[in-house]
């Protein structure tokens, strides 16, 4: 399901890095209720990123991004991702927005695991609400050269995962949660 990139998709991309990092959280399945990996992409401390294709590249540095809506990943990385993820993060149709990303699929059924349900919805995997979810998230990294085109991207959630799992850092919110579902938003 890997394809490479093209000219077109690389002129695409609006994140690019030299190395980058592959979430890996636990979801339930939908479909058959069991228990399997997921995994997004996060860029750490260093990377470049644009507007549009004719935007100029812009340094980031000091803020983390977590990746979703991914509709292009380079040769090389996605050849990676492609063997720590056993080929269950890859291009697939999406009849939600009648388009190709790149989706996580069942280790069970191999359903498709739609971004939606693991970024934008409450207590989705990749949108942690408590320590334990927090500290269920795993970040491996991966030693390639990336370019990439996401149409989805949180920060916010992407420094509670690098603060938590490179420093220990227990968010705020749940700390002072003793409940450990109080939102995010409750806080603002
Ligand atoms: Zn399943």
């Known amino acids: 399901m890997c394809r490479p990139l093209g000219e077109n998709e690389s002129a695409r991309a609006n994140f690019r890095s030299s190395i980058f990092y592959l979430a890996e ?7 058959c209720s069991d228990e399997t990996k997921v ?6 401390n260093d990377y470049q990123e644009r507007e549009d294709r004719r935007g100029a590249w ?5 803020s983390p991004v977590l990746l979703y809506d991914v509709e292009v ?11 720590i993820t056993g080929n269950r993060y890859r ?11 790149f989706m996580n699929h069942c280790e069970s059924c ?5 971004d939606y349900f693991l970024h934008d919805q409450m ?9 334990e979810e927090v500290a269920a998230i ?35 919110w749940t700390a002072e949660d003793e409940e450990g579902r109080q939102t995010l938003s409750d806080c603002e």
Request: aromatic fraction near 12%; hydrophobic fraction near 35%.
């Open 25 to 31: 959280a636990i979801a339930e399945c939908w479909k």
């Open 91 to 101: 291009l697939d149709y999406s009849q939600t927005i009648e388009a190709s990303y």
């Open 73 to 83: 990943i380079s040769k090389t990385a996605s050849q990676h991702i492609a063997e």
């Open 110 to 114: 191999g359903i498709r695991q739609g």
């Open 123 to 131: 207590y989705g995997a990749f949108l942690p609400r408590s320590h």
């Open 138 to 172: 795993s970040l491996r990294a991966v030693e390639a050269e990336l370019e990439t085109y996401a149409a989805g991207s949180d920060r916010e959630t992407a420094s509670i995962v690098t603060d938590y799992f490179f420093h220990g850092v227990i968010p705020e």
């Open 58 to 62: 812009t340094d980031v540095k000091g």
């Open 39 to 44: 995994y997004c992409i996060l860029l750490n």
